[in-house]
């Protein structure tokens, strides 16, 4: 990314408490980050390390204890519940490692849920199309693979055109084929779209996709590096 980049996440001494006294947890502790717009980023870190917290805060799921974030020039730490639920709406997309899909609807009517309150949604084909599910749109949940219905909760997140994707661990109940194809899903998302793109992930090998790894330990952001030489998703090991 250019220097000029628009930043798409900042935060300064970001901080998430759990309970008081001494069952507090610090899930994170000071947290500062700076994300520019249309950047793959993958996070990585122990169990309890604080990713899904911060991912957590920057989608608008969560609230600091102290500190500040902000999304481009919106401060996400100032917004009532009614602004981050619109936030949440008109900006952001999340994956997680389960798909929950709803069973009795096909893929395309799982998508069409979305469009129907998002602002400028494209249509559930085409979102469908972005993922490789053409074929399978009019399928049911029951009828499709892991991989495939992971790729329809994809669809899903970008038919309302966020600009942000969050995921967490979208691959962890995959194997490593199926696994590549998600990941390939991704990677064109954030190519063709520009869509800004967090992953957290337990797979260390999936951060040389990105263009950039934060990793966590102790709900600090303890090291970051920017990938020179980005690797394809079929090229990664598992």
């Known amino acids: 990314m250019s220097k000029t980049a628009q930043i ?56 600091a204890t102290s500190g500040k974030a902000w999304f481009l020039d919106n401060e996400l730490t100032a917004m009532s519940e009614k602004q981050l639920t619109n936030y949440r709406r008109l900006h952001v997309g999340f994956v997680f490692q389960f798909y929950n899909l709803v069973p009795s609807l096909t893929a395309r009517e799982n998508v069409a849920l ?18 490789g599910l053409t074929p ?25 055109r966020p600009n942000i994707l969050l995921c967490d661990e979208p691959t962890g109940a995959l194997d490593s084929k199926t696994g590549i194809t998600v990941l390939e899903a991704l990677t064109q998302i954030n190519k063709e779209l520009g869509t800004t793109t967090l992953i957290i992930t337990h797979n260390a090998d999936i951060q040389r996709i990105a263009h950039r790894v934060l990793f966590m330990a102790d709900g600090q952001i303890v090291n970051e590096k920017i990938n020179k030489k980005r690797l394809d998703p079929s090229e990664v090991s598992w």
């Open 8 to 63: 798409a996440f900042k935060t300064e001494k970001l901080t998430k408490i759990y309970g008081s006294g001494d069952t507090a947890v610090h899930a994170l502790r000071g947290v500062d980050l700076s994300i520019p717009s249309g950047d793959m980023t993958v996070l990585l870190g122990h169990s309890g390390s604080g990713k899904s917290t911060l991912v957590n805060i920057l989608g608008g799921l969560d609230s």
């Open 114 to 131: 979305v469009t129907e309150i998002a602002k400028d949604p494209m249509p559930a084909e085409e979102a469908l199309e972005r993922v």
């Open 136 to 160: 399978r749109m009019n399928h049911f949940p029951s009828q499709l693979s892991g991989g495939e219905q992971q790729r329809v909760a994809i669809a899903r997140a970008i038919a309302k």
